[in-house]
């Protein structure tokens, strides 16, 4: 179940009253890059914004790394929202491991065991797809060359591991391949 884009957008509201940052235009940019790159590939436009919009929603509860993807996840479902849930899940992961993720591992045990077990359950679809590409399009202050945003957050975290990179190189050419342009024709 979704949210309506109204809902979605107070709920967004809602998370920057209770954490304000840089997420906020963050997320923004990467629902609009999302709607556009669906509208372009046979997506739902309105679902592709919505799971953009709130896929870093767990950020309302404060700064956290892995944290927020638990929080995302959890407070998601505890509103019924299972389908943006599960994007809030699998945004951070290219494939259903934590291997990839870059960041601190700053989760209870119980939070890191409820990631592990439903990223094993999830066979990723093309919304997971991408908001993954999205998510490495977006900066907070608009669309990014996803290369440079790659390069950025290797700069902030110390690294970037291979796989990732070369996963979020095929995810770009998978949709561009699927609307027929170029992203970045897309998404400027």
């Known amino acids: 179940m979704l949210p309506t884009r109204k809902e979605a957008e107070e709920l967004l509201i809602d998370g920057l009253k ?43 509860f404060g700064v956290r790394h892995l944290g927020h993807v638990s929080d995302g996840y959890s407070y998601m479902m505890k509103l019924g929202y299972d389908e943006v849930a599960r994007i809030c899940l699998t945004h951070s992961f290219h494939d259903n491991t934590l291997e990839g993720y870059i960041g601190k591992f700053d989760t209870s045990e119980e939070e890191l065991k409820l990631i592990n077990d439903k990223l094993k359950d999830i066979e990723y679809d093309d919304y997971d797809k991408l908001i993954q590409l999205c998510d490495a399009l977006s900066g907070s202050e608009g669309v990014l060359n996803m290369e440079d945003r790659m390069n950025d957050v290797k700069r902030r975290y ?11 190189i095929r995810l770009k050419k998978y949709f561009e391949d699927k609307c027929g342009k170029d992203i970045y024709d897309i998404v400027m």
């Open 18 to 60: 209770d954490n304000p940052g840089p997420w906020g235009n963050h997320s923004r940019i990467a629902a609009m890059c999302a709607e556009k790159i669906a509208s372009n590939c046979d997506l739902n436009p309105e679902k592709a914004y919505i799971v953009g919009l709130l896929h870093d929603i767990g950020r309302k």
């Open 158 to 168: 110390g690294s970037y591991p291979q796989d990732k990179w070369d996963s979020n």
